[in-house]
């Protein structure tokens, strides 16, 4: 026999329970039930690099973030459109020279007009809602646009109608029109509005409400210095002639600089866009028509 007194006290601690629990796949006794795992059981005790479990909680995250941007979107929508059609209301404001710091927005813009106009006749239309009427759907709508071969301000389609802005003096008679306009420049479509004086002629201000220029270059088109050189620049010669004149060049036209205004510095591809959609729009293919009747006293 081994001798105890010899033997080695750390085998007889191998053996112990503590030190050798038993196998966990030993199957369970009979008769016994053994509670098996679910499937999001096994999903949470597995480890957290298992590349299933990484794949799955990354694309829980971003379900739940977009659900979460979707919701935000659609609940602010209305607050955004108000947004938008306040901001509108201010350019037109701005560009008739009626705002102030201070006004009551909604008040002051209820002295305008909103007419929806037939450019290829120069006439209002009751077709549509002038409130509601949406100038750029139109403009994409097939049915109420046209493709543009000779495309100068490279809109791609025009509108059949838009929506003119109209003010009136005390006694009603009519003392500006605004004019929606755009057009491409570098590197956007500008959108704005020009107000026309009651002579039909005379520009009182050009405005862009929207547009991505380069700072500190093309976007000079929001200088109130720039826009200020619009200020009574005629759109035809009065020569008889009733030629289309205005331009925005570095030097004035052969007509003379009534019907000039100094192109933007460095700014020459803007620049160039902004003469060619505010000769576009000036023009018989837009609101030339239109600015007939205004010169007739029709309006």
């Known amino acids: 026999m081994p001798d105890k007194d010899n033997q080695n006290p750390s085998d007889e601690a191998q053996f112990t329970p503590e030190m050798n629990p038993p196998d966990r796949d030993i199957p369970a006794p009979e008769g016994e039930v053994v509670a098996r795992k679910g499937l999001l059981r096994r999903f949470l005790d597995a480890p957290a690099d298992n590349t299933v479990k990484t794949v799955v909680v990354a694309l829980g995250?971003?379900?739940v973030a977009s659900m979460v941007v979707s919701s935000a979107a659609v609940s602010l929508r209305p607050l955004q459109e108000r947004n938008a059609a306040l901001d509108k209301q201010v350019n037109i404001l701005q560009v008739a020279g009626v705002y102030e710091d201070g006004i009551d927005v909604a008040e002051a813009f209820d002295a305008f007009e909103p007419h929806v106009l037939e450019l290829a006749s120069g006439e209002f239309t009751d077709q549509f809602e002038a409130d509601s009427f949406d100038d750029r759907a139109a403009a994409d709508?097939?049915?109420l646009s046209a493709p543009l071969e000779d495309?100068?301000?490279s809109i791609g389609r025009q509108a059949n109608y838009v929506t003119v802005y109209l003010l009136r003096n005390e006694d009603g008679t009519l003392d500006k029109v605004i004019l929606p306009v755009y057009g491409y420049g570098l590197w956007s479509t500008l959108y704005g509005f020009m107000a026309i004086e009651?002579?039909?002629n005379t520009i009182y201000g050009l405005q862009f409400y929207e547009h991505a220029e380069t700072p500190g270059l093309g976007a000079e088109v929001d200088n109130p210095r720039w826009k200020a050189l619009w200020r009574d620049k005629k759109l035809r010669t009065d020569d008889g002639e009733g030629e289309l004149a205005i331009t925005?060049?570095?030097t004035p036209p052969?007509?003379?600089r009534d019907y000039y205004v100094d192109a933007l510095s460095g700014a020459t591809?803007?620049?160039r866009g902004v003469d060619n959609l505010v000769r576009f729009w000036m023009s018989e293919r837009g609101f030339e028509p239109f600015l007939e009747r205004v010169r007739a006293g029709e309006i």
Do not use: I, M, R
């Open 198 to 200: 009651e002579d039909g």
């Open 248 to 250: 925005v060049a570095k």
């Open 61 to 63: 995250l971003c379900l």
């Open 254 to 256: 052969a007509a003379g």
């Open 151 to 153: 495309d100068p301000a």
């Open 269 to 271: 591809l803007t620049s």
């Open 141 to 143: 709508d097939l049915t």
